[in-house]
């Protein structure tokens, strides 16, 4: 059974600073993972997809990359602004044991950037 | 392209009654999925939804269901309604390829009292 775990649970920076943040996932014959922002009482808004032939994938001011044979996956954000302040959701696409079509979320990071 | 529409907000229920929620996909897009969203157990898969069948179903019990409709708009309902289904319901449409990415509603917070 697909598990994804995220660290840390909640991190705080001050603003400027650049951060990672780690998802784990235990099965590796993933088709894709995908990181996402949630504000708080509103929906998921999409930042990258990585699909499982890629190693990274890039968009401004965010970087993730994809080790499957390790099973993890790191979201790198250069100069962290208080506009960046939101959880952090990574999502797994699939797993040998898995259904293509399940999608497993982690638990979230909770993210303060600090002025 | 307008985004992933989801109706209503916010809904306040008692134990027993049953709801349906509605969720309009962006344009296009084929597949929708719905999600729970609790303090406790997080974000939860109930089931997806492609050209008008079920193609995948999470672990929840029968009083969840759902439907698509031709024009690839979704219902959920849940029936009986328990306190324990206060949650944020989440709907995410997709285009219908393996890796396309999910695309998030705004949610409908559902409060059971």
Known sequence: ?115 | KAGVTQTPRYLIKTRGQQVTLSCSPISGHRSVSWYQQTPGQGLQFLFEYFSETQRNKGNFPGRFSGRQFSNSRSEMNVSTLELGDSALYLCASMSGGNNSPLHFGNGTRLTVT
Do not use: H
């Not at chain 1, 099965?27 to 708080?40: E, G, T, V």
């Open chain 1, 1 to 115: 059974k697909q598990e994804v775990t995220q660290i840390p649970a909640a991190l705080s920076v001050p603003e400027g600073e650049n951060l990672v943040l780690n998802c784990s996932f235990t099965d590796s014959a993933i088709y894709n993972l995908q990181w996402f922002r949630q504000d708080p009482g509103k929906g998921l808004t999409s930042l990258l997809l990585i699909q499982s032939s890629q190693r990274e994938q890039t968009s401004g001011r965010l970087n993730a990359s994809l080790d499957k044979s390790s099973g993890r996956s790191t979201l790198y954000i250069a100069a962290s602004q208080p506009g960046d302040s939101a959880t952090y959701l990574c999502a797994v696409r699939g797993g040998m044991k898995t259904s293509y079509d399940k999608v497993i979320f982690g638990p979230g990071t909770s993210l303060s950037v600090i002025p």
